[in-house]
């Protein structure tokens, strides 16, 4: 059976490729950070599935012995300071955990086993003021935020660590990908949450930030099969993995209330304080190179994508509330 190292694997991402990857049979090795209470509630599902694994990006002595105690054949580095908004608060942190320990864990593997297959969580925040559209694997880059900036260092070294040290090594370079298990700090999420408790009675208003950003969302359960197909490829490379459309963060608000039967206008409010120092006003990938090599489509629609988050957090608060009866 092959075995995988997933860091982040309490993330979003993390608990949809640990999901995956147990249902090709791989053996699933989960990297989790010490903390004052237990966080798997993504992974609750399949916990007793995975084996875990004690390590932080920021100590390279850990992952060092996470590798040589568990010789995974496949890493995929999905652990990442991952909130726009928190790295320009924290870009020292965020450099450290988004940038660094990129080098950390690419170093970890040419000291212990340089045969690991290694998958890097690329993203679409790297094009940032974007250079031309849709972005492709070749458009330049000029990222927006220390966060975007991170992920370019993280990017450039799987590069030079590939060509280097020979390593099979591949970057993802992800758009915005959602889904009931996001967190609730993101746009979408937040806005799928805010409309059900507003359906609900809960709250009345809804504050958000720049209504007119641009982005390409698609479904996390759809975008971790590509991160698969990119370690079983003979030769490591860059992929775009994307929907190709793109829609605002408005039209999202649109649907989200609209499926509730209620006007977003009426609820929704822009607040300051969610605005940004610099922001990424659009962002439209092209996932042809995917297509074309791995065989890789996304399956969900935006509007499936809206509406699936907006009924799981109506049914998870509808639970919350006949449990508070
Ligand atoms: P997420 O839900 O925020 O999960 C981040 C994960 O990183 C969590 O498991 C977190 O652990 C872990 N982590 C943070 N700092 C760590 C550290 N110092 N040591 C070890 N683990 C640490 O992120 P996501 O949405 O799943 O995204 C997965 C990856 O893809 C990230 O690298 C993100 O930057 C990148 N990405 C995401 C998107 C997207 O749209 N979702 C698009 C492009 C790229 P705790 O649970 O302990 O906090
Ligand atoms: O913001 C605008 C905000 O925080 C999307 C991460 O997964 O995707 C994500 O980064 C847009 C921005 O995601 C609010 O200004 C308006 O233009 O959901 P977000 P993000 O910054 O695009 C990329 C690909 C990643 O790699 C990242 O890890 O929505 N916006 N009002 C708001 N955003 C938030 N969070 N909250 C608001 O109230």
């Known amino acids: 059976m092959p075995k995988a190292l997933i860091t982040g694997i309490t993330g979003q991402d993390g ?7 147990l249902q090709k049979g791989y053996d699933v090795v989960g990297m989790v950070r010490r903390s004052s209470t237990v966080n798997y509630e ?52 965020t450099g450290e955990t988004t940038a660094l320990s990129v080098t950390r864990m690419l170093d970890a593997i040419r000291i212990v086993n340089p045969q690991i297959r290694f998958y890097q969580a690329s993203s679409s925040e790297m094009f940032g003021k974007v250079a031309e559209v849709p972005q492709t694997e070749s458009t330049p880059f ?50 799928s949450y805010g409309a059900a408790s507003i359906k609900l009675g809960l709250e009345e208003k809804l504050s958000l930030g720049n209504l007119d950003a641009k982005r390409d969302w698609g479904f996390a359960g759809d ?5 698969w197909k990119m370690l079983q490829q003979e030769e490591p490379d860059d992929y775009v993995i994307c929907s190709g459309m ?62 699936m988050m907006v009924e799981a957090d109506l049914a998870l608060l509808e639970g919350r509330l006949k449990g508070l009866a």
Not at 15 to 21: G, K, N, V
Not at 64 to 91: C, R
């Open 15 to 21: 608990s949809y490729l640990a999901e995956a990857l």
């Open 223 to 227: 975008y971790v099969e590509a991160m």
């Open 42 to 93: 993504r992974i609750a599902h399949i916990q007793g599935s995975i084996e875990f694994v004690n390590g932080d990006l920021l100590d390279q002595v850990s992952l060092i012995d996470a590798i040589k105690i568990h010789e995974p054949d496949e890493i995929y580095n999905l652990a990442a300071q991952s909130f726009v908004q928190t790295s320009f608060g924290q870009p020292v942190l």
């Open 142 to 191: 000029y990222p927006r935020s220390p966060y975007g900036v991170a992920k370019v260092y993280g990017h450039w070294i799987t590069v030079n660590y590939r060509e280097s040290y020979n390593l099979h090594a591949s970057s993802g370079i992800l758009f915005n990908h959602e889904s009931p298990r996001r967190g609730l700090e993101f746009v979408t999420r937040k806005i």
């Open 246 to 307: 793109t829609h605002s963060v408005r039209e999202f608000c649109d649907l989200a209330f609209s499926h509730l039967e209620l006007n977003y206008e009426d609820h929704v409010v822009v607040d300051e304080q969610f605005f940004r120092p610099a922001e990424v006003d659009l962002l439209v990938g092209d996932y042809g190179k995917a297509k074309n090599v791995l065989s890789w489509e996304p399956s969900t629609s935006f509007k499936d994508l809206v509406t």
